[in-house]
């Protein structure tokens, strides 16, 4: 009985099409009304999600390499020589190069020479003593008697100034006069150009006195 109740009472009432568009209206006007357009938040959430999308799409374009696998991959072994320094070549090892190509014919790999043909270096003082001789020697060679490391040898070493640069003439000079024991000064590209200079005019082998004479010993 009771659930009949509204039913009958819309039918008793006698409601009028009129009247129940009023009460709709009635009832729509007292609704919220419903802002017109999109909400500002997710718009601006919207917004920072693209920009987050595209900052990082850049920063990967820049940092990620073009995705190549092998670029960092803990699984992998390095690559071989992908971690070692790149050999250094000293001027030493340079010094030794210039030495091999240059002198070994005649003063041999072991500094020695040879007996009364050509002289040693290893142990000689020549090769030990003041820059300004050696320098000469190599710049123009050396001829007639000499007396080294006490042996008396007198032989024509050629010239190699027009062979060898300032600092390839340095570079062996440093060589002779620290390996095999010897013990002496490096010598600069520097003082070889100086001595360059000085002996410009120079067309033939020093001599062993003129040498002597020159550096006071
Ligand atoms: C063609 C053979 C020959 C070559 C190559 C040669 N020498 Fe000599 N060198 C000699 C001879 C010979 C003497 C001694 C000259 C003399 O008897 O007056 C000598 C002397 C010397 C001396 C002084 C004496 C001594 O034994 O200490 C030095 C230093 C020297 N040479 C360094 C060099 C260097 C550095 C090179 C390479 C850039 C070189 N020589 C290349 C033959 C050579």
Known sequence: MSSEKPHFHLESSGASDESLQQVHTQLQQQKPEKPEGYSRFPLVVLGIMCMSIYLGALYLAHHAANFDATVYNENQPARKGAAEPAPVVTPAMLGKRLFTANCIACHQTTGQGIPGVYPPLAGSDWAQGPEERVIRIVLHGLSGPVKVSGKDFSNVMTPFG????????????????????????AVAPEAVAKIRAETATRTVQWTAPELLSLTGK
């Open 162 to 185: 027009s062979l060898l640069k300032d600092e390839q003439i340095a570079q062996v000079l440093t060589y002779v006069r620290q390996e095999w024991s010897n013990n002496a000064p």
